[in-house]
């Protein structure tokens, strides 16, 4: 079976600070994965999505990145943290299906910036 | 581009109640609407996934429907228990644009005894 991780669990790291979130997943090969952020108040915003290895697309400009060293593995990073990039942090994934493509999500991240 | 609402925002009912939560999406040119529950500080569950040649989809108490022509989802949950507060969202794939799904921003459910 398939399972989705995501470390750490939580993160609370000084304004200014680097970042880095980890999301792995077993048991699939090449899946799309999928980083968003769910902010107090706001619904889910699409940051990040990749089809393969190296293949990163930004849905959102702002002040963080994404990388796909491997195929099963998707970092979130930053060089500099803001106070607005606090949020609940999700990784998900899915294999290319058309209309049986389903989503599946990891734990989630908390981040506070301080 | 897609646009999906969720209504209502917030429900707060007694146990035992039938329940109707509703999603509307405004591009009717879908492959899939998936529904997912989110239990607080956690990440999503999916629950319930309708294709887009497909009218309803049943898991337990749950059904879900879905009426493209109008751009209409339902998820209806029968004999609501306690441990069905939570929030629940649904997704739009659409297939006349961006591939990537479209989330609408949930429904607050909270089923007291």
């Known amino acids: 079976s398939q399972t989705i991780h995501q470390w750490p669990a939580t993160l609370v790291q000084p304004v200014g600070s680097p970042l880095s979130l980890e999301c792995t997943v077993e048991?699939?090969?090449?899946?799309?994965l999928y980083w968003y952020r769910q902010a107090a108040g706001r619904g889910l915003q699409l940051l990040f999505y990749?089809?393969?290895?190296?293949?990163i697309s930004s849905e959102v400009p702002q002040n963080l990145s994404a990388s796909r060293p491997q195929d099963r593995q998707f970092i979130l990073s930053s060089k500099k943290l803001l106070l607005s990039d606090s949020g609940f942090y999700l990784c998900?994934?899915?294999?290319?299906?058309?209309?049986?493509?389903?989503?599946?999500f990891g734990p989630g991240t908390r981040l506070l910036v301080l | 581009k897609q646009e999906v609402t969720q209504i209502p925002a917030a429900l707060s009912v007694p146990e035992g109640e039938n329940l109707v939560l509703n999603c509307s999406f405004t591009?009717?040119?879908?492959?899939?609407l998936q529904w997912f529950r989110q239990d607080p500080g956690k990440g999503l569950t999916s629950l319930l996934l309708?294709?887009?040649?497909?009218r309803e989809q049943t898991s337990g108490r749950l059904n879900a429907s879905l009426d493209k022509s109008s751009g209409r989802s339902t998820l209806y949950i029968a004999a609501s228990q306690p441990g069905d507060s939570a929030t629940y969202l649904c997704?739009?794939?659409?297939?006349?644009?961006?591939?990537?799904?479209?989330f609408g921003r949930g429904t607050s459910l909270i089923v007291h005894p």
């Open positions: 998900a994934w899915s294999v290319s299906e058309w209309y049986q493509e389903t989503q599946y």
């Open positions: 048991g699939t090969s090449n899946p799309n």
């Open positions: 990749s089809v393969g290895i190296g293949q």
């Open positions: 591009d009717s040119a879908i492959y899939n």
């Open positions: 309708i294709q887009s040649s497909q």
């Open positions: 997704a739009v794939r659409g297939a006349g644009g961006s591939y990537i799904p479209t």
